[in-house]
């Protein structure tokens, strides 16, 4: 088995470290071990690492599906992980609100838009096992006390008004409503608990963890080992890697530290990391997506993005060197984001292009005002006012809002081929809001290799390494090239969700 | 036996105390909490205080209202924040011996005049 010749190779490495006198520069380095002789310190139930959405709503399916013990633990000094801010969107087919707006849509339409996106590699069974449960992961936010817009989106790459958002437009939005029910129903919860690696019976099954409490993000040595037992077995909830800038330049040497990401900073990769060294099959990790609606002006995701992502379908995005047009506002993120990056001055520089919106119709989204008010969008009044501060040619641009209002009119855009049914009526004129756009790296499409019962696939068995379980951004290939917004919330809850009745059952 | 530690105890305080004259501390907490680094460094000196030390003598409700801002703003309150709510430690934001950013700059321009580094 795979895992008993990991551990001996550790050993090896380990011993000529030693030998040579190498100091061991990565403290934080997790190495997984046999149970064989391993003195207990606790002994859990149900144990789940990461306290994002996945891990949430695997804390309460699994107490739902009878678990009496269930312990999540969490690296950081605060819980919720990336999925506390993020945009808080929440794709799902056939929902009450689709009845409601006379929205025609299924699980095999969302199915087959996620499949373009994915451009081929996408899998389509873990795509439609999601879409097929999406809305009881919806229901699960619902009854924890998660509040959502009264509309849908349409967001770039969905062929129909699908999406969810949370009022406060934030992840949180969900992450502390299932907190406070996990806390409810008992569920234990352990801030500043790092994952240090597995423990395996002999048949390499993952029997338990390795995890240094009281430790400190900032202090990579910090924390006390302890060995904690798993009864049921172990939940991986620890997302992507976005925010190791190593990794990410392993897999595209483009991404460097100087490009921005929207990511929590705990969103390093260890767990995820750990699981390959186990034997989990790497699937698309070269697949690094970035927000092509985010904005260099803030930090982060901010107020911009979700800002931008409604305001996308009735807006235009201008290159500030020709004054046109040079997207497709609502294509797919990828397409959108290399077609940012393309946007240079004379010298090649980055030239962040800008999002023209009518002040009538972003005014509609909470954001807006907010956007303005913590200066990083602006308002203006005429076409001339916009043109002089982002010195952008005017007649140009004049040409460019008039050709596109006939788009809007005539409800076709032979220039991009935009889907122009969001846009319907929402012409672009004064008084304009406009913000700036430049990418940001915000999703890890790879990750570990799981089935449709979220178990992790053993890359020199073929057979799901016993104890494990895996779920949301950790995982890896179910998105393929590109994953469309507002698809990892119910990807995250429904394979957490899977994770905790496959282990209740096992 | 018992008297042996007290005193080394003793000597071990002093010798904190000493140090503690070199270290940057807040002008309030000087009149409060004078020199016993032990009153915060509830988990040894080597180590941050622990997440609930400030809280010993600084209460969170009362936190959130004294920052609380107005309804359109509600959540960025920092000690009741829409990411977080009243749970994060205090030492994400605040370090009484070196200058912190608040752990919103991470993604927002936000302005906390009051808020010192």
């Known amino acids: 088995m795979s895992n008993k010749d990991l551990l001996g190779r550790r050993n090896f490495i380990k011993g000529i470290g030693a030998a040579a006198g190498v100091a061991i520069a990565a403290p934080a380095m997790a190495v997984s071990e046999s149970a064989n002789g391993v003195k207990w310190d606790k002994e859990v139930e149900v144990l789940i690492i990461g306290s994002g959405f996945a891990g949430l709503a695997a804390a309460i399916e699994a107490t739902r599906k009878g678990a009496k013990d269930v312990h999540i633990f969490e690296k950081m000094s605060y819980f919720g992980g990336n999925s506390a801010i993020n945009g808080g969107l929440f794709a799902a087919p056939d929902t009450p609100m689709q009845k409601q707006e006379g929205v025609k849509d299924s699980v095999a339409t969302m199915v087959a838009d996620q499949l373009a996106a994915g451009r081929g590699i996408a899998d389509e069974a873990l795509l439609r096992h999601v879409a097929e449960h999406a809305v009881e992961a919806l229901q699960m936010t619902l009854d924890a006390g998660s509040e959502y817009h009264p509309y849908l989106q349409q967001l770039g790459g969905h062929s129909v008004a699908r999406t969810y958002q949370t009022t406060v437009s934030c992840g949180a939005g969900i992450t502390q409503p299932l907190l406070q029910e996990c806390r409810k129903i008992g569920v234990h919860t352990h801030n500043r608990a790092k994952f240090d690696g597995f423990i395996l019976d002999e048949k390499g099954g993952v029997v338990g963890v390795k995890m240094r409490e009281g430790y400190y993000f900032d202090k990579p040595e910090s924390g006390e080992l302890v060995r904690i037992k798993a009864k049921r077995g172990v939940i991986m909830a620890t997302g992507g890697f976005a925010q190791n800038v190593n990794m990410r330049m392993a897999q595209d040497p483009t991404l460097t530290a100087e490009v921005g990401c929207t990511n929590a900073p705990g969103a390093t990769g260890e767990g995820m990391f750990e699981m390959f060294r186990l034997g989990a099959v790497p699937v698309h990790l070269a697949h690094l997506q970035s927000g092509p609606w985010a904005s260099p002006d803030e930090g982060g995701f901010g107020y911009v993005s979700n800002y931008s992502i409604y305001n996308f379908p009735h807006s235009i995005a201008i290159d500030r060197l020709s004054g046109k047009r040079f997207m497709n506002e609502i294509a797919d993120r990828k397409t959108r984001a290399d077609a940012e990056l393309n946007c240079r001055d004379a010298q090649g520089n980055p030239l962040p292009p800008i999002l023209i919106t009518s002040y009538e119709d972003s005014k509609k989204h909470p954001n807006t005002k907010k956007v303005l008010k913590y200066n990083v969008g602006w308002k203006f009044d005429s076409i001339e006012e916009l043109a002089k501060h982002f010195e952008v040619p005017v007649a140009p641009l004049k040409q460019q809002i008039a050709e596109y209002n006939e788009y809007v009119k005539t409800q076709n855009d032979p220039q991009f081929g935009k889907n122009m049914t ?4 929402k012409y672009i004129k004064a008084p304009f809001t406009v913000v700036r756009l430049w990418p940001k790296v915000h999703y890890c499409q790879g990750g570990v ?26 995982c890896g290939g179910i998105h393929g090239v590109s994953r469309l917004g507002s698809c990892s919330i119910p990807e995250c809850m429904v394979m957490g969700m899977t994770a905790a009745r496959t282990m209740m059952q096992a | 036996m018992k008297k042996c530690k007290l005193m080394l105890g003793l000597v071990l305080a002093g010798l904190v105390s000493l140090s503690a004259q070199a270290i940057e501390q807040r002008d309030y907490h000087k009149e409060v909490i004078g020199k016993d680094c032990k009153a915060c460094h509830d988990q040894g000196m080597k180590n941050y205080p622990s997440d609930q030390a400030c809280l010993q003598c600084h209460d969170v409700d009362d936190l959130a209202e004294q920052s609380a801002r107005s309804e359109e703003d509600k959540w960025q309150n920092p000690h009741n924040n829409l990411h977080y709510g009243k749970e994060l430690p205090c030492i994400e934001c605040h370090g009484e011996h070196e200058a912190k950013k608040p752990i919103c700059s991470n993604c927002h321009t936000f302005k906390y005049d009051k808020h010192k580094e």
Not at chain 1, 422 to 425: L, N, S, V
Not at chain 1, 449 to 471: F, M, R, W
């Open chain 1, 449 to 474: 290799q799981i089935n449709t019962k979220a178990e992790v696939k053993d890359s020199l068995t073929g057979q799901s390494i016993p104890g494990l379980y895996a779920a949301g951004e950790v």
């Open chain 1, 422 to 425: 969001e846009a319907k009526g």
